[in-house]
């Protein structure tokens, strides 16, 4: 193999590289949502006010299939799954029994759940911390599990996988135990929604209510100030969404200690969609990526031997230094 091969090949590894690398980080988190149940969900999505909405806001997904999603970078949300559903197959509206939007379509187009259901909630953050939990804040409806892969950091699996709705009081029964619905929709108390006068970590502790499932589900947000054990991080990652999973993850956070008080941001508060507590403001990056003639992975040509072709560090350099630019050019076009 001649040098300039060398030089070709190389170069075009190294590129394809940082273009992957590039796309990743414009495109933001690929969400997949995969359904286990023995049933169709309807999975709801709802963007943060401050982020772009995904392909689809509300869609159909029957038993064992899936769906995946490009979240815009620093994109923040939440998932949840409707049951029970029903829609005209010539107009396209009706509703859920439980996990309704209310938009009385498929597309939940922008509208929020409507209590109780179980919620999947993310924050990316493009080369900083993503901050995800699944909240039973607003009650519950169907077991979820989350699995973050690919990314860097503790990254660890949350959830709910107990079937509540077979351990639901029947002061928080809905119908015929479709959903159980939590203490604050129930009752409308202060003390139980973490609103008026309870409405800080000092004030608002957990209930008997919040406790009972909390002890079935020990990673997931019970009440409104649950942070500590129930805010998972993860960097530069891609999550799944499983609901009725069949098994957890061999990294599920089920099995391994709550994360430490220092893995959450102190700038707490109340998300306003749900009530649900969320932990916000890292400030993580990531390193810098390597660059110059000493680093390891550039192509080890300039010191050959060939005696058919000599070329210059300084040709070497303006070649690669042309692509990148380049490179970084038509990534700015294809991969937005």
């Not at 409405?199 to 209930?207: D, E, G, L």
């Not at 649900?276 to 080890?300: L, M, R």
Request: aromatic share 10%.
């Amino acid at each position: 193999m001649d040098l300039m091969t060398h030089f070709s090949q190389s170069s075009y590894l190294m590129i394809t590289l940082i273009f992957l690398l590039i796309c990743k980080g414009t495109l933001g988190a690929t969400f997949t949502i995969i359904n286990k149940c023995g049933h169709t969900v309807w999975p709801g999505t709802l963007s943060n006010a401050d982020s772009s909405r995904l392909d689809s806001t509300g869609f159909e997904l029957p038993p064992g299939r899936s769906r995946a999603f490009q979240a815009p970078p620093n994109w923040s949300g939440r998932f949840w799954g409707r049951t029970g559903c029903s829609f005209d197959p010539t107009t396209g509206q009706g509703g859920c029994a439980t996990g309704d939007c209310g938009s009385n379509q498929i597309e939940c187009n922008g509208a929020g759940v409507n209590p109780p259901a179980t919620l999947a909630e993310f924050t990316i953050r493009l080369g900083a911390l993503d901050f995800y939990d699944v909240s039973l804040v607003d009650g519950y409806n169907l077991p979820i599990l989350v699995d973050a892969t690919g990314g860097t950091g503790a990254c660890l699996s949350t959830g709910c996988v107990t079937d509540l709705n077979q351990q639901c009081p029947p002061e928080l029964r809905v119908g015929n135990g479709e959903a159980c619905k939590s203490a604050c929709e129930a009752f409308a108390r202060p003390e139980y929604c973490c609103s008026g006068d309870y409405a800080s970590p000092a004030t608002c502790k957990p209930t008997a209510y919040s406790e009972m499932f909390k002890s079935a589900c020990p990673k997931s947000y019970s009440y409104a100030y649950d942070d500590p054990t129930s805010t998972f991080t993860c960097s530069g990652a891609d999550y799944t969404i499983t609901f009725c999973p069949s098994s957890t993850s061999k990294k599920s956070a089920r099995d391994m200690p709550p994360p430490s008080d220092s893995s959450t941001d102190t700038n707490t508060g109340t998300d306003t969609t749900s009530g649900s507590s969320g932990t916000k403001g890292s400030t993580t990056g990531t390193g810098g990526f390597p660059f110059g003639d000493t680093s390891s992975w550039f192509p080890n040509f300039v010191t050959g031997d060939s005696s058919k072709l000599l070329i210059s560090t300084y040709t070497l350099h303006a070649t690669l230094t042309l692509s990148i630019t380049l490179l970084l050019y038509f990534s700015s076009i294809t991969c937005s």
